[in-house]
């Protein structure tokens, strides 16, 4: 029988995923296996910089989180995973899927976004969104066009009424 002082442990380990879950907008599992500690180094520093973060749990603690919370990942926590926690929604999922095109080694299997299972098409998807930055160009750019039909049309306008 395990002792008291292990099984509270592990209880504060799965209370951490349960937080780290809640608190986050987008979770993603993926393997990691066969990744050399400077590229999982370099993948930590680049998510650091969106204000997310790599863990690797047990998959027996993390089903046992993903269960108090309701969420059923069946069949994709098998061999050695890491999670990805990510505060925002958009950059976390990009970073990671940039990571895994450039890593042969490294896969992603399911993801969390809001509380909800997403599979691998959905975080695809979320991955090929323009950065907000981007979003705020492409609708300002959209904007400025009626701007400029509007200058052109007073303009022309004006050059009738001088003649």
Known sequence: MASSKILENKKAIVDEIKSNIQNSESVVVFT????????????RRELKKT????????????????????????GFLEGPNAILFGKDLLEP??????FVKDHENANITVGIINGAKADLDVIREYATIPSREGLLTMLAGG????VRDLAVGLNMYAEQLEK
């Open 32 to 43: 990691y296996q066969g990744l050399t500690v400077s590229e999982l180094s370099d993948l």
């Open 51 to 74: 204000d997310s973060t790599v863990k690797v749990y047990k998959n027996t603690l993390f089903k046992r989180a993903l269960d108090d919370l309701n969420i059923n990942l069946d």
């Open 93 to 98: 999922i990009k970073v990671i899927s940039k």
């Open 143 to 146: 904007m400025i066009q009626y």
